[in-house]
C-alpha cells in the first residue's frame, strides 16, 4: 500500500486538536454546569476539581492497555475507536441528570481516549527518519492548542449556545473526526497474533537506551506540571494583580490560550531545526528557556507581564513535546511503538492530575507567586536529569 503520511499527518492533526480541545473546553464553566445539576453548594469546588482530574486519571490507567492492543491490531482501528467513544461519552454530558452521572461519564471519556498517542505512533513509523522532527512538531500543535485554547473556545461557545449545547458539539465535531480518520487516514499495518507478540518487558529490553526513555516521560510529567499548576490559581492571581473583576474571564482565558500560539509558530520550526541539531539539544534548550520564564511570573505586577511571560513560554512547550516525540520513536523497536508512547501518554496524564493538586496545595500554604517558583524547581530538576542523560550524546546530533 502507497501510504501518503503527509495527508494523515493533516488529518491526524484535526483529530489531535478537537481531541484536545474536547478535554479542556469544560474547565470555564464546569462549576456553573455542577450547580445546574444540583450539587451542594459546599461541594461544588469538590466536584469540578474531581470532573477535571478524573479524566486525565481514567486515561493514565487505561494508556497501556490501548497502546498494547495498538501494537497487534493497528494505530488507526484506535484512533477510531477513541473519537467514536469519545463522540458518545462527550455528547452525552448534555444529558447526564446528575453531577455522579457527570463524573461517570467525564471517566469514561479518559477510559475511551487515546488518539493523541496513537496518532503520534503512527505518524512516527511513517514519516521518513529526516522528517521526524518536523512532521511530530507538527501534529503535537494539534493537541498543545487544542488543549490551550480549548478553554477559551468552551467558554465563548457556552455563552452564545449554552453549556449542553457545547457538549452536543464537540460530540459532532469529535464523529466528524472518527468519520475522517475512518476514511481518509490510510494505515499498512499487519495484526500479529497475541502469542507472536514482544511482551512489554521484552519491548523495553530492546530500547536503545532506557534511562533516556525514562528521562523522557519524567520530561512529559513535568511540562504537563508547569502547563496546568497555574489553572486553579489563574483567575484569582490575575484579580490580584489587576485589583478589579472586569472581563476577568476573558482575561484568563486569554492568558491561558497565548501559549498556545506561540507553541503553535514555534513545534514546526524546532523540530526542523532538532532534526538537523538534534532533539536532544532541542529539548534541554526548552527546558532551560521554560525555566527562565516561570521564576519571573511570581514577581509580576500587571496581567499583561503574566501574558508575556506565558506567551514565551509556549516557545519551550513547543520545543518539547516533538522533541520528545521524535526521541522515543529513534530509541523505540517499531514492533513496540504504541505501547512506549502510551507510557509516555500515561505520565502526561499523571502530570495533568498532579500539577492542579501543586498549584491548589503551594497557593493555599506559600501564596500565588510560590506556585511558580515551585513549578520551576520541577523544571530545574528536569534540566540535571537529562543533562545527566544526554551527557554522552551533546556534542551529537543524534540519539539513535
Known amino acids: 500500500m502507497n501510504i501518503d503520511w503527509k495527508r494523515n499527518l493533516m488529518i491526524s492533526w484535526i483529530g489531535c486538536f478537537f481531541t484536545g480541545a474536547s478535554m479542556s473546553l469544560v474547565m470555564p464553566f464546569i462549576p456553573l454546569y455542577i450547580e445546574e ?10 466536584f469540578a476539581g474531581l470532573a477535571i482530574s478524573v479524566t486525565a486519571f481514567a486515561a493514565a490507567i487505561v494508556a497501556p ?22 463522540t458518545l461519552t462527550m455528547g452525552s454530558l448534555a444529558f447526564v441528570p446528575n453531577v455522579y452521572w457527570l463524573l461517570i461519564m467525564r471517566f469514561l471519556t479518559g477510559v475511551l481516549s487515546g488518539y493523541i498517542p496513537n496518532a503520534t505512533a503512527m505518524i512516527a513509523s511513517q514519516a521518513p527518519r529526516e522528517k521526524s522532527g518536523w512532521a511530530l512538531g507538527t501534529l503535537a500543535t494539534g ?18 449556545a449554552g453549556i449542553k449545547n457545547v457538549f452536543i458539539i464537540t460530540g459532532i465535531v469529535l464523529f466528524i473526526t472518527a468519520l475522517l480518520t475512518v476514511f481518509m487516514v ?5 495484526p500479529v497474533e497475541k502469542q507472536e507478540m514482544l511482551t512489554t518487558k521484552e519491548i523495553f529490553a530492546r530500547v536503545n537506551n532506557v534511562q533516556i526513555l525514562v528521562g523522557l516521560f519524567v520530561t512529559s510529567l513535568v511540562l504537563q506540571v508547569g502547563i496546568t499548576s497555574i489553572s486553579p490559581i489563574l483567575t484569582l492571581y490575575i484579580r490580584q494583580l489587576s485589583g478589579n473583576t472586569n472581563n476577568i474571564l476573558f482575561v484568563s482565558g486569554l492568558i491561558v490560550s497565548i501559549a498556545g500560539v506561540s507553541a503553535i509558530i514555534s513545534s514546526p520550526i524546532l523540530g526542523r531545526i532538532g532534526d538537523k541539531i538534534g532533539n536532544h539539544k532541542i529539548l534541554l534548550g526548552g527546558l532551560i528557556f521554560s525555566l527562565f520564564c516561570f ?41 513496540g511503538v504504541s505501547r512506549i508512547y502510551s507510557y509516555n501518554q500515561m505520565f502526561m496524564n499523571f502530570g495533568q492530575v498532579l500539577g492542579p493538586m501543586v498549584g491548589s496545595t503551594v497557593a493555599h500554604s506559600m501564596g500565588y507567586p510560590a506556585v511558580f517558583w515551585v513549578t520551576s524547581s520541577f523544571v530545574l530538576f528536569n534540566i540535571c536529569l537529562s543533562t545527566f542523560n544526554f551527557r554522552k550524546y551533546l556534542k551529537k546530533n543524534t540519539i539513535s
Open 186 to 190: 490510510k494505515e499498512d499495518f499487519t
Open 295 to 335: 521564576i519571573p511570573m511570581g514577581f509580576v505586577k500587571t496581567p499583561f507581564q503574566l501574558g508575556a511571560l506565558r506567551f514565551l513560554l509556549g516557545f519551550s512547550t513547543g520545543a518539547l513535546m516533538p522533541s520528545i516525540n521524535t526521541l522515543i520513536s529513534r530509541i523505540t523497536p517499531p514492533e
Open 37 to 46: 445539576l444540583g450539587a451542594p453548594k459546599d461541594q461544588i469546588e469538590l
Open 65 to 86: 492497555i490501548w497502546g498494547n492492543l495498538a501494537d497487534r491490531k493497528g494505530r488507526r482501528l484506535m484512533m477510531i475507536r477513541a473519537s467514536a467513544g469519545m
Open 143 to 160: 493537541a498543545i492548542a487544542g488543549n490551550l485554547i480549548g478553554p477559551s473556545m468552551g467558554g465563548a461557545l457556552a455563552e452564545l
